[in-house]
């Protein structure tokens, strides 16, 4: 083992995948925007674009600067292989179409991510293929389904937006005894607070449009795991399809990248502290977050994540029209859609997470129509904290002393 493996995270995520793609001296791995890479020897050009012999041939295949992107996740993720999407939901669409077959059937749980969500509910059964949705959270129900047999056990750990947590070790074990695939979407915890491949996962996703790049100033997915048929054959489905991550893109990820475990850390502590903070306010009616020795599955939580993660969320009373009056008064907060900025960004689930979904749909998942989604940025913890207390009384709920 060298000195790297070794290394702790934070060291990783600034030093990982880089070395080989550094040239002229740069320190920096460089933008290659060329779309196809050429060769006067015949052969060797031959070699490379049979896999051979390492090398790029075109630009929707492979591309250096979006592999050093790969390169880098698989470090964190400790990965043998992994390959890289235009966006998140390719990411999901590429693994769940990639070993999905009529016939097939696939266990997740109700509170996937809106797009995956759509996929199950929307997509998948035009090709004749079954989705069993457990309850989030219910280890129980979920391990049942699984014995009963299926293709892929699909989870997502922390949810969106109400943080429920599902035990991946468990669950996963069940999924190897009847020889599923289990998939984990790791966007909302990252590899810094949880690492599904060594809890039993085969593949973990990321939608590198959040966490990993952390400046909601790039679009991206990634898919990696231990074995390099299963990452081979997403890999080859993709470059056929065609929904490549763009070098640009890859640059900025990679940047944003090295201060991954900065970041997430400073998020989870905020996180923590508006959760206590909000908990105190008479017109908060919950607050939700796996740090909390409140939350349901604080346990589980615990056992599987090195950290809590930065997003919450918070039901306030008088529903849509608190929101409404609360959410604008927020002085260092983005109102937007995204989630895993250096900026505190908050929405209300039905103008988010769940806008597709009925009021009646969002009882039925446990989100009240108060619900907001919070994504602590890495301002200084007072000023959240002072933030969302001016804001709090400005609608006149004082929060008690
Ligand atoms: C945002 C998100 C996705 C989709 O990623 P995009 O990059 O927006 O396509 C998938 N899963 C989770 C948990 C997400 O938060």
């Keep these: 083992m060298s000195k790297f493996d070794q290394a702790?995270?934070?060291?990783?995520?600034?030093?990982?995948?880089?070395?080989?793609?550094?040239?002229?001296?740069?320190?920096?791995?460089?933008?290659?925007?060329?779309?196809?890479?050429?060769?006067?020897?015949?052969?060797?050009?031959?070699?490379?674009a049979i896999g051979k012999k390492k090398g790029h041939i075109y630009g929707r295949n492979t591309n250096p600067t979006v592999q050093a992107f790969e390169d880098k996740v698989k470090v964190l993720e400790g990965a043998a292989a992994g390959t890289s999407f235009s966006t998140g939901m390719a990411a999901v669409s590429n693994t769940l179409y990639t070993f999905l077959f009529p016939g097939d059937k696939v266990v997740t749980i109700k509170d996937t991510y809106g797009g995956t969500n759509k996929l199950f509910?929307?997509?998948?059964?035009?090709?004749?293929?079954?989705?069993?949705?457990?309850?989030?959270?219910?280890?129980?129900?979920?391990?049942?389904?699984?014995?009963?047999?299926?293709?892929?056990?699909?989870?997502?750990?922390?949810?969106?937006?109400?943080?429920?947590?599902?035990?991946?070790?468990?669950?996963?074990a069940a999924a190897k005894a009847v020889g599923a695939l289990v998939v984990v979407d790791n966007t909302f915890a990252t590899p810094v607070n949880q690492n599904p491949l060594e809890l039993g996962a085969d593949l973990v996703i990321h939608s590198a449009t959040k966490f990993l790049g952390g400046h909601a100033d790039a679009l991206g997915g990634v898919v990696v795991g231990n074995d390099e048929s299963l990452v081979e054959a997403i890999y080859h489905y993709r470059e056929i399809n065609g929904a490549t991550m763009d070098p640009w893109a890859a640059y900025l990820l990679l940047r944003g990248m090295k201060t991954l475990d900065l970041r997430v850390k400073r998020q989870a502590e905020n996180a923590m502290k508006l959760a206590q903070f909000l908990q105190t306010s008479d017109l908060v009616e919950g607050v939700f977050y796996p740090g909390l020795s409140t939350h349901p599955n604080h346990d589980i939580a615990k056992e599987q994540m090195k950290g809590f993660g930065g997003m919450l969320s918070f039901s306030v009373k008088g529903g849509v029209d608190t929101v409404r009056d609360l959410l604008p008064k927020l002085q260092f907060a983005n109102r937007a859609a995204n989630l895993g900025s250096v900026e505190t960004t908050v929405g209300p689930a039905r103008t988010t997470s769940h806008v597709e979904c009925t009021p009646e749909e969002r009882a039925a998942m446990g989100i009240p129509e108060g619900l907001i989604r919070v994504s602590c940025g890495i301002e200084d913890a007072e000023d959240i904290l002072a933030d969302f207390e001016q804001a709090l009384k400005a609608v006149g709920y004082p929060v008690q002393a």
């Design 8 to 48: 702790r995270l934070g060291t990783k995520a600034v030093w990982g995948g880089e070395k080989e793609y550094l040239v002229h001296g740069a320190t920096q791995v460089p933008v290659i925007p060329s779309v196809a890479f050429g060769y006067d020897d015949m052969d060797e050009w031959y070699d490379v």
């Design 121 to 172: 509910t929307e997509f998948l059964h035009k090709l004749q293929i079954e989705v069993v949705f457990c309850e989030t959270g219910n280890q129980k129900q979920i391990e049942e389904e699984v014995k009963k047999g299926c293709k892929m056990l699909y989870l997502e750990t922390p949810t969106n937006p109400t943080v429920k947590i599902t035990d991946i070790k468990q669950t996963a």
